[in-house]
């Protein structure tokens, strides 16, 4: 995967990190082309042979984590269970599994995911959905000081991958490989929004955690008010590396 550099990506993660209340937040959105690279082909290569697959050969999906109680009405694929009787799930090709994976891998430079399954990932009901609980989320935590990001936010990354034509996964790990399972996690959140015509993944990832734990300064600020709209916005250069956190 091939990181793509975004200066309105880059404010609105520093926006994103912000200290409220007894809750710390942290969140990166992050642009990626579906370009494999010299460590991508041999992961790719890892992930397809692993279990003698080809690239669009489908691995079932974890159902999606809902905190609602009336999801969006799916077409799912096939079963969860081996007899047929559980409940559905969706599926996904090899190919975009290993996109995902990849993502990780480069977002998280200091975890390896090359070993994670399928199982550890699902997909979203809606565009609508994902974009309800993101921001139910913020703003039970953040209270009223995310209304004046909530519009950049969504702007921003519609502009770099077209929110209507993307499929969306979310990754929901075990404590034992979550990347935000430390001591002092409130809640995390990990979204791939894949624009399959694009070529292009963006990655939205966000955790909470409590200020009572003590933790390096992120030197990202403490406050959503970044004023976005004075901000020059150029893409020229899209080719240097995400930061490590």
């Not at 999906?61 to 799916?74: A, K, V, Y």
């Not at 039970?140 to 929110?163: G, R």
């Not at 894949?194 to 403490?222: H, I, Q, W």
Request: glycine letters at 4%; proline letters at 5%; a negative charge.
């Amino acid at each position: 995967m091939k990181f793509l550099e975004s200066s309105k990506f880059e404010a609105v993660s520093a926006a994103l990190s912000v200290e409220t209340g007894d809750c710390k937040i942290d969140g990166r959105v992050e642009s990626y082309s579906c370009k494999m690279a010299g460590n991508d082909k041999r992961l790719f290569k890892s992930i397809a042979t692993e279990g003698g697959l080809q690239p669009h050969d489908l691995q079932v999906l974890s159902p999606p984590e809902s905190s609602f109680p009336h999801s969006p009405t799916r077409q799912y694929s096939r079963s969860c269970s081996d007899d047929g009787e559980g409940p559905l799930c969706d599926t996904i090709s090899v190919k975009t599994l290993f996109y995902l994976i990849s993502t990780l891998n480069a977002s998280f430079e200091d975890y390896d995911f090359s070993h994670t399954k399928s199982h550890e990932f699902s997909k979203e009901p809606s565009l609508q959905w994902v974009m309800n609980a993101v921001d139910s989320q913020l703003f039970a935590t953040a209270a009223d000081s995310f209304s004046a990001l909530k519009p950049q936010l969504w702007q921003a990354i519609n502009e770099e991958i077209s929110l209507q034509d993307c499929d969306i996964y979310s990754y929901n790990p075990d404590l034992t490989s979550d990347p935000y399972g430390e001591e002092g996690s409130i809640w995390s959140f990990n979204y791939f929004l894949y624009n399959k015509k694009m070529k292009r993944l963006v990655f939205f990832t966000c955790r909470a955690t409590s200020r009572n734990v003590t933790e390096p300064d992120s030197g990202l600020g403490n406050d959503f008010g970044i004023d976005l709209d004075d901000m020059e916005f150029e893409d020229d250069d899209r080719s240097t590396p995400p930061c490590s956190y």
